[in-house]
């Protein structure tokens, strides 16, 4: 079974701090994918990255980056200079790679909430 | 290209009583899901639609069912509601080409008294 772990349920920091949000996930899947969703309070979630599993690259995507550690089954996501903006609740989520099966499993999330 | 559109908004239902959620997928996609989110928890997985069959179903009752039409629109069932179901139903759509992208909606919000 799959199963996603996001032990910060909330954090909060002052504007332009760093901070990053934890990810630790679950599955016996060779191939599977990661990914981060935000969720402002109008409740879509916005997709942020997806990451395959056989790509333990790091990225960065303007002032977010992700470190993908595949040894401890980690995907941690950093937001550098936090804005007001970034003020959400953000899920981990993964899913295997299987043509046929491609649910979603989340985490239960992480209340980013930034202080101006 | 437009997202993934879900109505209604916001709602209320009675106790055993039956309700429909529509979701609108976004241009050139073929796939539906739906996620049951209660409040503080993150999406639960309830089905995935494809070429109008359902495909895949986590761990949600019978009493939940759906439907997908030819132009890729879903709609989610549910029969004899709850207090539990509760929640924000998410619709997501994607494209079926091996890839995993999911643009979700800003889904329903369902409250059962």
């Known amino acids: 079974a799959q199963k996603v772990t996001q032990a910060q349920t909330e954090i909060s920091v002052v504007e332009k701090e760093d901070v990053t949000l934890d990810c630790v996930y679950e599955t016996r899947d060779t191939t599977y994918y990661l990914f981060w969703y935000k969720q402002p309070p109008s409740g879509e979630l916005v997709f942020l990255i997806r990451r395959n599993s056989f790509d333990e690259q790091n990225e960065i995507s303007g002032r977010y980056s992700w470190n993908f550690q595949k040894s401890t089954s980690s995907f941690n996501f950093t937001i550098t200079a936090s804005q007001v903006v970034d003020s959400a609740v953000y899920f981990c989520?993964?899913?295997?790679?299987?043509?046929?099966?491609?649910?979603?499993?989340f985490g239960t999330g992480t209340r980013l909430t930034i202080i101006p | 290209e437009t997202g993934v559109t879900q109505s209604p908004t916001h709602l209320i239902k009675t106790r055993g009583q039956q309700v429909t959620l529509r979701c609108s997928s976004q241009?050139?996609?073929?796939?539906v899901s739906w996620y049951q989110q209660a409040l503080g928890q993150g999406p639960q997985f309830i089905f995935q639609?494809?070429?109008?069959?359902?495909?895949g179903r986590g761990n949600f009752p019978p009493r939940f069912s759906g439907l997908q039409f030819p132009n890729y629109s879903s709609e989610l069932n549910v029969n004899a509601l709850e207090l539990d179901d509760s929640a924000l139903y998410l619709c997501?759509?994607?494209?079926?080409?091996?890839?995993?992208?999911?643009?979700f909606g800003s889904g329903t919000r369902l409250t059962v008294v």
């Open positions: 997501a759509s994607s494209y079926r080409d091996g890839t995993y992208g999911y643009t």
């Open positions: 989520a993964l899913s295997e790679a299987n043509f046929g099966n491609e649910k979603l499993t």
């Open positions: 639609y494809y070429r109008e069959e359902e495909n």
């Open positions: 241009s050139g996609h073929n796939t």
